[in-house]
């Protein structure tokens, strides 16, 4: 009966219903009250009794239906149900409110601002946030103060919408913005709001704004890493040489070439790592600039220099380092060459193999090859058959016999059994060129 009247829409229904909201029994209440929301339009004043019902889902429920009906002319009634002793109540006060009122609302539910539930707070400042008006301003710097974090984020994130700046609030920003920082992942909103107040901050030149600049420069976002470099760039030279210094471990290419270039053209020693990265991994012209940089920063070709550049952590640092190294025959070099090759970079190996040939006289070096011939990424093995083979070492006959069946070590394997010049491995090389020549041969008379 009660759900057969929720479909009818007349005044004499919504009365009906509204008094059945007043029933002891909670199923005809719940049933009543779902009635009402499914009913069309009727006159708003009969929901007047649900705002005073003694049940809080009636009361919250009822404020809904009434809204919707009475609009902005219902704007006092919704008023004063923001003193409700519910805080479920206030929530939908709050909501309705901004919904029928417009800026109407703003000094009301400002008022909520002191209200001892968060979660009624938190609603106030939603709204307030979404008023395109300045006087939510007094009202959001107010909330921001406010000892719940998620309160006061929320409104500092509004006012960094809105371009406000005050002392106050730069303390909230970089507060804000340095916890941020400090995640693994940010959200679009987050970027977006953190660049703001990056906008709004590019005038304080602060420590601890610098501080934060320097957290965004190292963090996952890319936007967030060009917005830090533009404002560490607008401070004075030795907090910008400093900060730069902190970036020198940087994986953004954008970065590491501000930070490289710039160390560099101040011949700050600590500019020698990024430079050497930015003259391997960065594109042509910041390359060039880079190496003029260098040159004047440090010697290339100092041994204890390249040793301790072959020990970096960066695989471009080792190649840099490795590529000087070809052709020099230290034997200081051996065992920091041999600790390099263990990089996973194949680039960083192969030029480590070409530094390697100037050593094949130490066994190490010697063992080091043969396990590359033996297994691995084809260029490397083909290369390190080459050496072994130039450098004519007899314990690699044998170790090459086993590669020849390998179509792409053939060649290279052949030509350095050759040219070590053992008598079984030059056989082997004869017997398997003979045993082809046979295959082919058969394979032709049987018009195959």
């Not at 029994?25 to 929901?47: N, W």
């Not at 394979?443 to 195959?448: A, F, N, V």
Request: glycine share 6%; net charge positive; charged share 30%.
């Amino acid at each position: 009966m009660v759900r057969w009247l929720g479909g009818e829409g007349e005044d004499n229904t919504a009365t009906i219903l509204v008094s059945l909201c007043s029933k002891e029994d909670e199923v005809f209440r719940k049933t009543a009250i779902s009635s009402l929301e499914r009913l069309g339009h009727f006159t708003p004043e009969l929901a007047l009794p649900l705002l005073e019902n003694d049940d809080p889902e009636i009361r919250s429920m009822g404020l809904i239906i009434f809204a919707r009906l009475a609009g902005k002319k219902g704007t006092k009634r919704i008023e004063a149900l923001l003193k409700d002793s519910e805080a479920k109540v206030r929530l939908v006060a709050v909501k309705c409110l901004y919904d029928v009122a417009g800026p109407d609302a703003i000094d009301p539910i400002s008022k909520l601002l002191m209200d001892p539930q968060p979660r009624v707070r938190l609603k106030v400042v939603e709204s307030l946030a979404g008023f395109e008006s300045e006087r939510v301003v007094t009202f959001l710097l107010q909330a921001a103060l406010d000892s719940e974090e998620e309160i006061s984020r929320l409104a500092v994130f509004a006012l960094a919408a809105m371009g406000i700046f005050t002392p106050e609030l730069e303390k909230l920003y970089i507060r804000i913005m340095e916890k941020g920082m400090m995640k693994p992942e940010l959200s679009i909103e987050e970027v977006d709001f953190f660049c703001e107040m990056m906008g709004i901050l590019k005038t304080s030149h602060s420590k601890e704004l610098l501080r934060v600049l320097i957290l965004a420069a190292n963090s996952g976002s890319r936007r967030l890493r060009r917005e830090a470099i533009t404002g560490i760039d607008s401070y004075f030279d030795h907090q910008r040489l400093d900060a730069m210094r902190q970036l020198a471990d940087t994986d953004d290419l954008t970065v590491l070439k501000y930070v490289a270039l710039g160390l560099g053209e101040a011949g700050d020693p600590k500019g020698v790592i990024p430079l050497i990265r930015a003259i391997m991994e960065c594109p042509r012209e910041v390359s060039r600039k880079a190496r003029e940089f260098l040159e004047g920063l440090a010697d290339v070709k100092n041994l204890p220099f390249l040793i301790k550049l072959l020990q970096s952590r960066w695989s471009s640092v080792k190649k840099f380092a490795a590529e000087q190294i070809v052709g020099m025959d230290s034997p200081e070099l051996i065992d920091p060459l041999l600790e390099a090759i263990k990089d996973r970079n194949v680039d960083v190996q192969l030029v480590i193999i070409e530094a390697l040939q100037s050593f094949t006289y130490d066994k190490r070096v010697v063992n080091c090859l043969l396990k590359t011939v033996g297994k691995g990424v084809i260029s490397l093995r083909q290369r390190a058959a080459e050496i072994l083979g130039n450098a004519r070492v007899k314990e690699a006959t044998e170790p090459l016999m086993r590669v020849l069946g390998n179509k792409f070590l053939r060649k290279k394997a052949e030509k350095a059994l050759l040219r070590i010049g053992e008598r079984k491995g030059i056989l082997e090389v004869k017997r398997r060129k003979l045993k082809e020549e046979f295959i082919s041969k058969t394979l032709s008379q049987h018009g195959l």
